[in-house]
């Protein structure tokens, strides 16, 4: 399954390591530079995951809660080297900018969530939303 990601920061140069990283570990990404670009992107699209670089400062805070009220069922998670009292209630964090963290932390978290996810559909489907049909010879 192909998971698409939003990454968000100021920092161009890290934001395009980040974007580079991701596509190469097989994930689809688009970028935005600001809150409100990431915003329009949000409503443009459907992601599984925002990416977060603390260097949004308090608009970082800001586009969490956009997200957490206009999709809560996005994963949203932060990059920083020390967790920022004021993001306290992002999805997750990760404690350094390296690069196969980063990748690996997104996928462990993608995979979680599509876990819960199918889980979730075949609970909800019940028993009567199936039925195989038997071929006859």
Do not use: Q, W
């Not at 409503?43 to 970082?60: A, H, N, Q, R």
């Not at 206009?70 to 004021?86: C, F």
């Amino acid at each position: 399954m192909l998971f698409l990601i939003l990454s968000v920061g100021r920092n161009l140069s890290v934001l395009r390591e980040r974007h580079s990283t991701l596509i190469a570990a097989g994930y689809s990404v688009t970028s935005a530079h600001s809150k409100e670009e990431a915003m329009d992107k949000l409503l443009e699209g459907d992601f599984d995951l925002v990416l977060i670089c603390p260097s949004l400062g308090k608009d970082g805070r800001l586009l969490v809660n956009a997200v957490r009220r206009l999709r809560p069922s996005i994963s949203v998670v932060s990059t920083t080297l020390n967790e920022d009292p004021i993001m306290h209630d992002r999805g997750a964090y990760i404690d350094a900018c390296n690069s196969d963290e980063i990748v690996a932390t997104v996928g462990e978290i993608l995979r979680s969530e599509h876990k819960k996810f199918l889980a979730k559909r075949v609970a909800n489907a019940g028993p009567h939303a199936t039925t195989h049909a038997k071929a006859t010879t």
